[in-house]
């Protein structure tokens, strides 16, 4: 087995595709339509293109339990994912002047620093530097 | 404050409190990252620190759940990647990464990635 694709359930995938490429840098891999309004939609890493993808899932809109898990996981604070980054302070500096909003601020925690944005599609998302 | 936030404060008095400890092993991880390509073993980096090999073999592999072979390893694997995507020759990657020799790079590599150097190279080209 090969893991190939991780899934981040997002409310809106013309929203996520714009978010997850213009703000955090992404690559469109894959857009193909599986009915009127859904599509199986991946993104990469640019620099690693042939790496795993990450398949934006229009889940919460499809079905109820996804909607009602994802709500719960962000009231709470905790990320869907997390990605990591070579510098999280640099990183957190960009993604700020690009109007990201921040739920935790770049915090030393142990031998990570971390960070935590909202992505606008329903979740938080942790971005991690190893120290 | 958030649930996630409270949680972050708590784990962090559990499991982050010792900053030596920590100041040693980020230290050592910094030390790898600078000098991956060149002649790194436990004996060196225990000397660094002041420390016994055996005492920094455990608090590595305590904070960062590797030990410093290990991560080594993928320091060095990930600089290889990198240089197979610029179009380096498979020999120049190997030594450039800090392997030491070609078979042994090609056989390493391999069993990590999954495919030979040569055959990641190509599908990095072709990507492009």
């Given at each position: 087995?090969?893991v190939?694709?991780?899934?981040?359930?997002?409310?809106?995938?013309?929203?996520?595709?714009?978010?997850?490429t213009n703000?955090?840098?992404?690559?469109?891999?894959?857009?193909v339509?599986?009915?009127?309004?859904?599509?199986?939609?991946?993104?990469v890493?640019k620099e690693e293109?042939?790496g795993?993808e990450v398949?934006?899932e229009p889940?919460?809109?499809?079905?109820?339990?996804?909607?009602t898990?994802?709500?719960a996981l962000?009231?709470?604070?905790?990320?869907?994912?997390?990605?990591?980054?070579?510098?999280?302070?640099?990183?957190?500096?960009?993604?700020?002047?690009?109007?990201?909003?921040?739920?935790v601020?770049?915090?030393?925690m142990?031998?990570?620093?971390?960070?935590?944005?909202n992505?606008t599609?329903?979740?938080?998302?942790?971005?991690?530097?190893?120290? | 404050?958030s649930?996630?936030q409270?949680?972050?404060n708590r784990?962090k008095?559990?499991?982050?409190?010792?900053d030596?400890?920590?100041?040693?092993?980020?230290?050592?991880?910094?030390?790898?990252d600078?000098?991956f390509?060149?002649?790194?073993?436990?004996?060196?980096?225990?000397?660094?620190?002041?420390?016994?090999?055996?005492?920094?073999?455990?608090?590595?592999?305590k904070?960062?759940?590797?030990?410093?072979?290990?991560?080594?390893?993928?320091?060095r694997l990930?600089?290889?990647?990198?240089?197979?995507?610029e179009g380096?020759?498979i020999?120049?990657?190997?030594y450039?990464?800090g392997?030491?020799?070609?078979s042994?790079?090609?056989?390493?590599?391999?069993?990590?990635i999954?495919?030979s150097?040569?055959?990641?190279?190509?599908?990095a080209?072709?990507?492009?």
């Amino acid at each position: 087995m090969k893991v190939k694709i991780v899934s981040i359930p997002v409310l809106d995938q013309d929203n996520a595709l714009d978010f997850y490429t213009n703000k955090l840098g992404f690559v469109k891999k894959h857009d193909v339509p599986l009915s009127e309004k859904n599509r199986w939609l991946t993104v990469v890493d640019k620099e690693e293109q042939e790496g795993t993808e990450v398949l934006l899932e229009p889940s919460p809109e499809n079905f109820e339990p996804s909607r009602t898990y994802q709500k719960a996981l962000f009231d709470a604070g905790i990320p869907y994912t997390q990605f990591n980054v070579d510098d999280v302070q640099k990183e957190y500096d960009r993604l700020l002047k690009l109007g990201v909003v921040f739920s935790v601020k770049p915090t030393a925690m142990g031998t990570v620093k971390i960070a935590v944005f909202n992505d606008t599609c329903g979740n938080n998302i942790q971005i991690v530097e190893m120290l | 404050m958030s649930f996630y936030q409270t949680e972050i404060n708590r784990i962090k008095d559990i499991c982050y409190s010792n900053d030596q400890q920590l100041a040693t092993v980020i230290a050592i991880r910094n030390f790898i990252d600078q000098h991956f390509d060149g002649e790194l073993n436990l004996d060196l980096l225990a000397h660094m620190r002041f420390t016994s090999r055996f005492h920094l073999l455990r608090l590595f592999k305590k904070y960062y759940g590797l030990t410093p072979k290990q991560y080594l390893t993928i320091k060095r694997l990930e600089a290889a990647k990198k240089c197979l995507r610029e179009g380096m020759p498979i020999a120049d990657t190997c030594y450039r990464a800090g392997f030491d020799t070609p078979s042994s790079f090609s056989t390493l590599f391999k069993s990590k990635i999954g495919v030979s150097p040569i055959e990641f190279q190509k599908r990095a080209t072709f990507a492009k």
